[in-house]
């Protein structure tokens, strides 16, 4: 399983970007929960937005509240991550994150096996200009 961010870039302080994470894979896997981690250069990563995909629950950072609104849609293994009034601040590479349950056969012991993973994507540059 894997996941790839999408929908960085630059923008004037004020503005909005719309990032999106969607996770691959070739076994059958769900998802448990994603979250949107960033990092800022010289800085140490933090939690930015989190998702239950089971619950629907969600929980933000108290720098983004009223600002950034995740959502994501199980059936479709995707994350959204609405950014508006976007501050200089808010510079930073942003990361996805996944709690995946996944199952596959394994040929070796005949049977099928099932794991949890904790997947990241590679990250996706967001530049807020003041």
């Known amino acids: 399983v894997h996941v790839v961010e999408s929908g960085g870039g630059l923008v004037q302080a004020g503005g909005s970007l719309r990032l999106s994470c969607t996770a691959s894979?070739?076994?059958?896997?769900?998802?448990?929960?994603m979250d949107w981690y960033r990092q800022a250069p010289g800085k140490p990563r933090e939690l930015v937005a989190t998702?239950?995909?089971?619950?629907?629950?969600?929980k933000y950072a108290d720098s983004v509240k009223g600002r950034f609104t995740i959502s994501g849609h199980n059936g479709e293994n995707t994350m959204y991550l609405q950014m508006n009034s976007l501050k200089s601040e808010d510079t930073a590479v942003y990361y996805c994150?996944?709690?995946?349950?996944?199952?596959?056969?394994?040929?070796?012991?005949?049977?099928?096996?099932?794991?949890?993973?904790?997947?990241w994507g590679q990250g996706t540059l967001v530049t807020v200009s003041s």
């Open positions: 894979g070739s076994s059958f896997f769900s998802i448990n929960a």
């Open positions: 998702i239950n995909f089971r619950g629907g629950n969600t």
């Open positions: 994150h996944a709690d995946v349950d996944s199952s596959f056969y394994s040929e070796t012991l005949e049977t099928d096996v099932d794991e949890q993973l904790e997947v």
